[in-house]
C-alpha cells in the first residue's frame, strides 16, 4: 500500500482552494498577499509530510526557512483589508523579510538558536495581528461590509494559530531535549499540522472578504469633460 502522510492530503485541499481562488479572482490582483500566503502554506505542509513521512532529512535546512517566512506573509495579507491613506509604515516593509535571513544566517553559525527564534517571531507577529484588529471588524475598511466581521474573525484566528504553531514548536523542542525526539513525528505531523490547516482556512475567508476594485469610469475623463462643455454651448 502507498503511504500518503497526512500533510499531503491538507496540502491537496488547500491547493485545491487556491485554485479556486485563482480561478474566481479579479484581475487587479487585489488578493495576491492572501493567495501567496495559501500557497506558503500549502508547501509548507508538502515539505512537512517530506521530512517526516519519507524521513528526507535535507529539508530541515529547508523548513525553518519556510516557518520564517509564514508569519510576515500573515501580517502583510491582513494588512490588505485596512486602508493606509499614505506612505507611512511603506519605509519599513523591508523589515519583514528580516525573519528569513536572520534563520538563514543562524541555519550557518548557531542552529541551536533557530527553535527560540522562530517562537519568538511567530508570537510578535500574533502580537502584530491583534494591535492590527484592535479596531474591530470597522478597521477593516478595504473589506467588503458583510464579510467583515468575518475577516476579523479570521484575523484573530490566524493570530491564535501563530500561537498555536509557536506552542507544537516548544513541544518538539522539549521532545527533542527530553527524550531525543521519540514523539516528534507525532507532534509535528498532528498538532502543527492542525494550525496550518486552521491558518489556511482562515487566510481563505480574509481573502474573499477583499472589496473589489472600484471600476474605472469608462472613457477619457479629460475627454467626457469636453463633451459635457459643448454640449452647454450649443445648448
Request: charge should be neutral; aromatic fraction near 8%.
Amino acid at each position: 500500500m502507498i503511504f500518503v502522510p497526512l500533510p499531503f492530503v491538507v496540502a491537496l485541499l488547500l491547493l485545491v482552494l487556491l485554485a479556486a481562488l485563482l480561478r474566481n479572482s479579479d484581475r487587479q490582483g487585489g488578493n495576491r498577499p492572501f493567495l501567496a500566503l495559501i500557497g506558503l502554506t500549502a508547501l509548507q505542509s508538502i515539505a512537512v509530510g517530506l521530512r517526516w513521512g519519507y524521513a528526507i532529512v535535507e529539508l530541515r535546512y529547508i523548513l525553518p526557512v519556510l516557518a520564517a517566512c509564514l508569519p510576515p506573509l500573515v501580517l502583510a495579507s491582513f494588512r490588505k483589508l485596512i486602508h493606509h491613506g499614505g506612505p507611512n509604515g511603506r519605509d519599513v516593509v523591508w523589515l519583514h523579510a528580516l525573519p528569513p535571513v536572520i534563520i538563514i544566517a543562524l541555519l550557518i553559525l548557531v542552529p541551536q538558536f533557530i527553535d527560540v527564534t522562530l517562537m519568538a517571531v511567530y508570537i510578535g507577529y500574533a502580537v502584530a495581528l491583534l494591535r492590527l484588529g484592535q479596531r474591530g471588524p470597522d478597521g477593516l475598511d478595504e473589506a467588503r461590509f458583510e464579510s467583515a466581521v468575518a475577516a476579523h474573525r479570521a484575523l484573530v484566528i490566524a493570530a491564535v494559530s501563530l500561537c498555536l504553531s509557536a506552542s507544537f514548536d516548544l513541544a518538539v523542542y522539549l521532545d527533542f531535549a527530553w527524550s531525543r525526539g521519540q514523539n516528534a513525528v507525532l507532534i509535528v505531523s498532528n498538532a502543527n499540522l492542525f494550525g496550518l490547516l486552521l491558518l489556511g482556512l482562515t487566510t481563505i475567508v480574509a481573502a474573499r472578504a477583499k472589496a473589489l476594485p472600484e471600476p474605472a469610469p469608462d472613457g477619457d475623463p479629460s475627454t467626457s469633460e469636453t463633451a459635457r462643455d459643448r454640449e452647454c454651448w450649443t445648448a
